[in-house]
């Protein structure tokens, strides 16, 4: 990527962390942090003793601890983002963050907890709302509709609405859809985690520690032909879902010319009459 290439991602990335939600989750996964270490908030909140306004070995451990999960689940998810990393660390933050607070006064424990329910309740995270071109399938219609035109090449993906990796792709994959669809090739998605056995049929782990969510396969002809992650020799392939990745694994670019390029068959009674 060049300069001006990194610098436009990091200006959009900018520009999202601006929305309430990311601002006020950012408050409160540092809220304990903050208030722990700074005079004279320090001495008002908190029980006198020697460790007032220090962080005593307990709290040290659940910090380090936090970071190391933090990190770990990034790492799964595939974030390579600054958004991606902060919206997969979001609830192990405000989780700990609970049990630090309740540690210290169950009264601060209890009011923290109520803005982390308000703030879940009237502050959902942002959803992407730009262009797309996608089918949304339900059950077993998804063959149906990927076999009913065997001309037509589908690039589906498997997600699960609780997955911050499915999450984070979901602006990507619409992207892409708006910009490589025609009528030859289209865009589908099905919730995973809603029609478990279809995704079954497909070998796709939708668990809570599935490393296949989500999942991208390319159908040509009604078949299978390709698929992200990969799985080779029964073991599941690591996959950054980035825009750019994503066009090189089904090499988008040439599939989208040659699909723009066919033509739709004359029906027969109009070949009659010419």
């Not at 989750?25 to 020697?50: A, D, R």
């Not at 984070?168 to 919730?191: P, V």
């Not at 070998?203 to 009604?222: A, E």
Request: charged share 20%; glycine share 4%; net charge positive.
């Amino acid at each position: 990527m060049n300069f001006s290439g990194l610098m436009k991602r990091v200006k959009n990335e900018l520009k999202q962390l601006a929305h309430p939600y990311y601002i006020v989750n950012l408050i409160l996964c540092m809220s304990f942090l903050v208030l722990k270490l700074t005079h004279p908030l320090c001495e008002w909140l908190f029980p006198p003793g020697p460790e007032t306004c220090e962080l005593d070995m307990r709290e040290s451990e659940i910090l380090f601890f936090l970071l190391i999960v933090i990190m770990i689940r990034s790492r799964k998810t595939g974030s390579t983002t600054m958004v991606s990393y902060l919206s997969s660390g979001f609830m192990y933050a405000k989780c700990a963050n609970i049990i630090l607070y309740f540690m210290s006064d169950p009264r601060l424990g209890l009011v923290y907890t109520l803005c982390f329910l308000l703030q879940g309740m009237l502050l959902p995270e942002p959803t992407y709302k730009g262009p797309e071109s996608i089918t949304y399938f339900r059950g077993n219609n998804m063959m149906e509709e990927i076999k009913m035109d065997t001309k037509v090449t589908w690039l589906v993906a498997f997600y699960a609405a609780w997955s911050p990796a499915c999450i984070n792709f979901a602006h990507i994959f619409s992207k892409i859809s708006n910009q490589y669809s025609n009528n030859y090739l289209k865009f589908g998605k099905l919730d995973a985690g809603r029609y478990p056995e279809v995704a079954e049929e497909f070998h796709i782990n939708t668990s809570s520690m599935s490393r296949q969510l989500p999942t991208v396969i390319l159908f040509q002809d009604g078949k299978e032909i390709g698929r992200v992650p990969a799985i080779i020799n029964s073991k599941i392939q690591k996959f950054f879902f980035k825009e750019e990745d994503l066009v090189q694994a089904f090499d988008l670019n040439n599939l989208y010319a040659n699909t723009k390029d066919k033509k739709a068959p004359v029906p027969v009674e109009e070949k009659k009459t010419k």
